[in-house]
């Protein structure tokens, strides 16, 4: 199918692909590369654009496969390089595009560069491509920073010499299997210059840069007192490596750089978007907001306005692989998400959560820009709560000693098909159990159990999905607020595409329209109720 070769990703629909979790090919209960290829007539029926892979690369899976030991490979679990060929070029096939993940800010401690670095010794040109430092006290017992690992405990771990006595300390921002990349050093820039052509010259669409504003650090690793500079995140520097990124992926034509960017500074996250930057970035604001009215859209006034000096497409993310999703969000009292602020375990009411993730869905894919759909979104899957310990692969909750139970709850397996577990994750007559157990009540979140009822929310996203493909109107970058009853948003794409969504106790009026397009659930004598958004034609 031949694509429309306009800055695609300015209004495409992204769908976050997290293979270990999509489908499993060859029944060891994992999911792999050949379980993503026999779902490819489901991603294309369901409307979506592009695909974005979550890394699949030799891996130890300390982190599920964000410590990478080799970027130009596939892990054995997910399969051959051969077969992620021919994934993107079936993809392609299917209409769909594809965005892999970079991870530039770390490796695994089993990366060949790290291994040869730790046995290398201080001192060494091998160290100098990671921080390698002596440790602080009398004998180097102490770490040489107070900087924290985002995942819990110290950033720094302790090598241990020949001897056995204890030797640097190297710094990982993330789980100590993930060694931070020294970015001043010349041999990583051009490794990754490398590493972007590899999978640019396999044609990819796009590529996804994990932790995007983390790669550089002040080089005297200075301690980080409250109220400091951040040592760590947003450095200048940090510009300068992705304009030349940007000057590759131009060099190939049509490419999307786009980077994971948590920074609640619109202005600085607008920096990474300049003309000469990346082409995008996830707006976590949005994802972060209160489901409330007047929240969301000071939320959205503030996206568009931080976008527009730059000329970049605002993003919409609901959920993806590293928060609690959204059903189960939207149904607690506090509807609110941050890293620091999960809120596990808090109550939800699951039917609440999920009325208002229709609602929101209608509402992300009407907005101006590009919108993301993380696997399981289109099916209403909430977060697995329930998970015992024992299950849990997270390195989050093993390093926070538990306080923090971490993101394996949004990230079970999807339910494809049946009554029980694996619900046709794993092909017919495998018996491997998914690596993560999947609740006893999925059985009506399958996407066979969905396909045909006109009422479920795999329906809604087809029905959203195929409307904003079709409407002209959706695809550029202007929206107009239209004056609302108090608690709902009301807006105008365009000259006659208009999105409502009551945010309010008590049902609105619609707008004057001619047509209603979809609603995220049913009218009720004319009026839409709470929690519920309509799709109209205004003229
Ligand atoms: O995440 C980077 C990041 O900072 C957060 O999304 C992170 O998960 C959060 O701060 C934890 O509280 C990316 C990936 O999306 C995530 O899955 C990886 O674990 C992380 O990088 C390390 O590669
Ligand atoms: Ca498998």
């Known amino acids: 199918m031949p694509f429309r070769s306009d800055r695609w990703w300015r209004h ?27 779902r490819l007539p489901y991603l294309a029926e369901l409307g979506v654009d592009a695909l974005w892979f979550s890394p699949w690369y030799p891996s130890p899976m300390a982190d599920a496969g964000y410590d990478i030991a080799d970027h130009r490979d596939i892990d054995p679990v997910f ?56 440790g602080r006290g009398e004998h180097g017992e102490l770490p040489p920073n107070d900087w924290q690992s985002i995942f819990g405990g110290p950033a720094w771990t302790r090598t241990t010499n020949p001897d056995g006595t204890g030797g640097e300390w190297y710094l990982h921002l993330f789980a100590p299997e993930q060694p931070d990349f020294n970015w001043a050093n010349p041999k990583v820039r051009e490794e990754f210059e490398q590493i972007l052509r590899f999978w640019l010259d396999r044609g990819v669409d796009g590529i996804r840069i994990d932790s995007a504003a ?48 948590w920074l609640p500074d619109t202005e600085r996250f607008a920096r990474y978007l300049r003309r000469d930057e990346l082409h995008q970035a996830f707006n976590f604001d949005f994802l972060g907001c209160h489901w409330d009215a007047a929240a969301l859209r000071r939320c959205i006034d503030d996206t568009l306005a931080a976008h527009r000096p730059v000329d970049a ?24 998400f941050a890293l620091d602020h999960r809120q596990h375990r808090a109550p939800t009411d699951r039917m609440l959560g999920t009325r208002r993730a229709r609602a929101a869905a209608l509402l992300s894919l009407a907005l101006p820009g590009a919108a993301y759909v993380y696997q399981g979104d289109e099916l209403g899957l ?4 329930e998970l015992a310990d024992e299950v849990r692969q997270d390195p989050m909750f093993h390093r926070s000693g ?22 046709g994750f794993s092909p017919a007559g495998s018996d491997a159990t998914p690596w993560l157990p999947q609740p006893a009540d999925w059985a009506a979140l399958t996407a066979q159990a969905q396909r045909d009822d006109p009422d479920s929310m795999l329906a809604l996203y087809r029905r959203a999905l195929a409307i904003r493909r079709a409407t002209p109107e959706l695809h550029d970058d202007r929206l107009d607020w239209l004056d609302a ?19 309010a106790a008590a049902p609105v009026p619609l707008p004057t329209h ?26």
């Open 12 to 38: 495409a629909v992204i769908y976050q692909v997290y293979p270990r979790s999509f489908a499993d090919g060859n029944g060891d209960g994992i999911g792999d590369l050949a379980g993503i290829r026999t």
């Open 79 to 134: 399969g051959t390089l051969a077969e992620a060929e021919a994934l993107l070029a079936e993809a392609h096939e299917a209409g769909l595009r594809s965005i892999v993940d970079v991870v530039p800010n770390h490796c695994s401690t089993a990366h060949p560069w790290f291994v040869e670095a730790v046995a290398a010794g201080p001192g060494s040109a091998a160290r100098e491509l990671f921080w390698f430092r002596p």
């Open 214 to 261: 983390l790669l550089c650090k002040d080089p005297e690793l200075p301690d980080f007192a409250a109220g400091d500079p951040d040592p760590y995140t947003d450095r200048d520097e940090l510009h300068e490596i992705y304009r030349s990124w940007r000057a590759i992926t131009d060099e190939y034509g049509d490419r999307a750089l786009i980077g994971e960017i």
């Open 313 to 336: 497409p605002a993003t919409w993310v609901l959920s993806n692989h590293d928060v609690v999703r959204h059903v189960t969000r939207y149904g607690r009292a506090d509807t609110s």
């Open 382 to 385: 909430p977060e697995v709560e």
């Open 402 to 423: 538990g306080a923090d139970v971490g993101r394996d709850g949004c990230r079970v397996p999807l339910p494809w098909a049946g009554r029980q577990a694996p619900y």
């Open 485 to 503: 009853p108090p608690g709902a948003l009301t807006f105008r794409r365009g000259a006659g595409f208009g999105c409502v969504v009551n945010l």
């Open 514 to 539: 001619t047509a209603v397009l979809l609603t995220s659930g049913p009218l009720a004598d004319g009026l839409l109720p709470p929690d519920t958004a309509a799709w109209l034609r205004l003229r």
